[in-house]
Nanobody, 125 residues
Framework: QVQLVESGGGLVQAGGSLRLSCVAS????????MAWFRQAPGKEREFVAAINWIRSTTYYANSVKGRGTISRDNAKNTVYLQLNSLKPEDTAVYYC??????????????????WGQGTQVTVSS
């Protein structure tokens, strides 16, 4: 059974940092595109960052560009999202997502087959 489990969320003051982790199990994800999305109350799920499996090329939403870093450790089947200079508007549930093997990075949720349950990030002003 494929599982993605996020951790690292919490309450942080504006200007602070968080490192989110997503551990995948059930199969290897070394040839999958991996991504982070977020969803704030009353809003649609939005793309945050992604990393492909070829040369680990990274992609970022404009809202986190320069503040976020996505990385992956294929040996640990884990993907990370480092977020710095956090703002109250970063408050959301953050979800990890994985494509099928060989999948390419997309910024739409429909491009990913596997999803975690999410981890809450709350940024206080």
């Amino acid at each position: 059974q494929v599982q993605l489990v996020e951790s690292g969320g919490g309450l942080v003051q504006a200007g602070g940092s968080l490192r989110l982790s997503c551990v995948a199990s059930g199969r290897t994800f070394s040839s999958s595109a991996m991504a982070w999305f977020r969803q704030a109350p009353g809003k649609e799920r939005e793309f945050v960052a992604a990393i492909n499996w070829i040369r680990s090329t990274t992609y970022y939403a404009n809202s986190v560009k320069g503040r976020g870093t996505i990385s992956r450790d294929n040996a640990k089947n884990t993907v990370y999202l480092q977020l710095n200079s956090l703002k109250p508007e970063d408050t959301a549930v953050y979800y990890c997502a994985a494509s099928t093997p060989g999948g390419v990075v997309t910024t739409t949720p429909s491009g990913y087959k596997y999803w975690g349950q999410g981890t809450q990030v709350t940024v206080s002003s």
